[in-house]
């Protein structure tokens, strides 16, 4: 336990610095500042000052003014929030829009600690029962869902903290080895689209492509369709499109790709 505090005190100190760091604005603050500020003492301010520096999280001026202001990673994550929350703000429209247009079920999914969060989804009429696969709040293990794969394979960082759990049997088609989902990633890499076939559910299929912003999976696009557990999974070239003229619009609109 006191390990635990510990931790939480370190955190706490580098936080008050990066806090300080922050009001001072453009211009940065000192050690003596940041000092006066906090009541953290010198040395203790120029350790974590250290270690802020090589995480990117600030940044010293130059011309030797002593001067430290936030880092690149600190503006980045701001960044990457804003559009994650616009991402889920313009949501409920794009599952809306396609649910009409392609007549299937569509969902909105983030990444949140190694499991798909659905956001927003709309469904279509249907007897089928895939709707139940996409209500908002469900979560769902990202090795077994298409949405899921996508995060991965767009994400490096994300895979390797992934791979290091047991990767859970949900159907007989569930992947269940890291090699086998390493193959399957390098193939999503390449056609920049990701499926689920009766991986979750038996006789639900599932297509889904990544929203980006710059290199960053800001979160995915995907639909679901009753598909007979017998047969392959091959998602029709039309609605594949529809789905990735979508991924791409929605992009623009919170800032990200445009290509």
Not at 67 to 79: E, F, I, S
Not at 90 to 113: E, F, I, N, P, W
Not at 125 to 146: F, Q, V
């Amino acid at each position: 336990m006191a390990g635990h505090w510990g931790q939480i005190e370190t955190v706490g100190i580098t936080f008050a610095i990066l806090d300080c760091i922050s009001s001072a604005g453009p211009a940065g603050a000192d050690v003596t500042t940041i000092e006066r500020e906090t009541s953290i003492p010198r040395r203790t301010v120029y350790r974590h000052l250290a270690n802020a520096q090589e995480l990117g999280l600030v940044e010293a001026r130059g011309n030797g003014s002593g001067l430290y202001r936030l880092g690149n990673t600190v503006g980045q994550w701001v960044v990457n929030q804003s559009r994650q929350r616009r991402f889920v703000t313009l949501s409920d429209d794009y599952v809306t829009r396609l649910a009409r247009s392609t007549g299937t079920t569509v969902h909105c999914t983030v990444y949140d600690h190694g499991s798909v969060l659905t956001v927003a989804s709309a469904q279509r009429h249907s007897k089928d029962g895939e709707c139940s696969l996409a209500i908002p709040g469900t979560r769902r293990p990202a090795h077994a869902t298409a949405s899921g794969k996508v995060f991965l394979a767009f994400n490096p960082r994300l895979l390797k903290s992934y791979v290091i759990r047991p990767l859970v049997a949900l159907t007989e088609e569930t992947i269940t080895s890291t090699a086998a989902l390493r193959e399957e990633i390098e193939t999503i890499k390449r056609h920049g689209f990701a499926i689920d076939e009766h991986e979750f559910q038996k006789g639900i299929c599932c297509v889904s492509v990544p929203v980006k912003a710059g290199e960053e999976v800001i979160g995915a696009l995907s639909m679901s369709l009753p598909w007979p557990a017998e047969q392959p999974f091959r998602p029709d070239p039309k609605l594949l499109d529809e789905l990735l003229v979508a991924a791409k619009e929605f992009a623009q609109l919170i800032g990200g790709n445009d290509e």
